[in-house]
């Protein structure tokens, strides 16, 4: 299952909760908003209840892009990156692939010929710029979705490159601990 978050700073520790994405498969995706400004949502309590099992769960692989920043977010609500089975970080495969930009949405395009939404189309930049909770959940929803299908989409991609080129157990086995 591919795993994302969205916050309200790139700072892990600083940042709080927006919503939380999903995906299993390629193509279909989920985004549960948390904490919106505005607009219908789910508490994150409840969220939470029902989500730290499937977190937890060992038999259940997660993937992400760049999951420790996800890991320390999610540890404010309950979540042991300790009890988390990683298996697979795209960031961290594309760096083991030598790719020049890390970022989901350069690899999205590389890899897969799409192109994503920039972050910056929904927030803005500079002083106009706006925390992620400010973004109407219809627009939100869409681009936080992207964000978990792409990378679970990337996985498999990326993951073949490495078991081709014998790096697939070093992923496991030294960068995902």
Known sequence: ISLDTETTSLDPVKAGLVGLSFSCQPGLAYYIPVGHFEGPQLPIESVMTQVLPLLHDDRVKKVGHNLNYDLVVLAKYGVDANKVN???????????????????????FKRLGIEMVEIKELIGVGRQQVTFDKVPIPIAAPYAAADADMTLRLTSILGAELDQLGLGAFLVDNELP
């Open 86 to 108: 990683i298996g697979f970080d795209t960031m961290i495969a594309a760096h083991l692939l030598n790719e020049r930009a890390l970022g989901l949405k350069a690899l999205a």
